[in-house]
């Protein structure tokens, strides 16, 4: 099972920019997500093809469980 926080923010040409970060510490702290994410915007060190981030959008853990099957 392999798990991902999801950060989803907002660009300066109205799309979503997304950042995925493996293996979150769980249980999630809302408030420190949300504080890092206005970090994040506040830095102006990332950007992305949409151009600045400008928002905070949403967080979500994505929980994705894998089968790996042998063929012989």
Partial sequence: M???L???FGTEFGKTARFS???PKEPVDEAVVK???AQI???GVFA???GKLVEAKGA???DRNVTEYELV
């Fill in 48 to 50: 992305s093809a949409s």
């Fill in 60 to 62: 979500r853990v994505v």
């Fill in 35 to 37: 504080l890092s994410m």
């Fill in 21 to 23: 970060i493996d293996n």
């Fill in 41 to 43: 915007i506040a830095s």
């Fill in 2 to 4: 392999a798990k991902t």
């Fill in 6 to 8: 999801e950060l989803q």
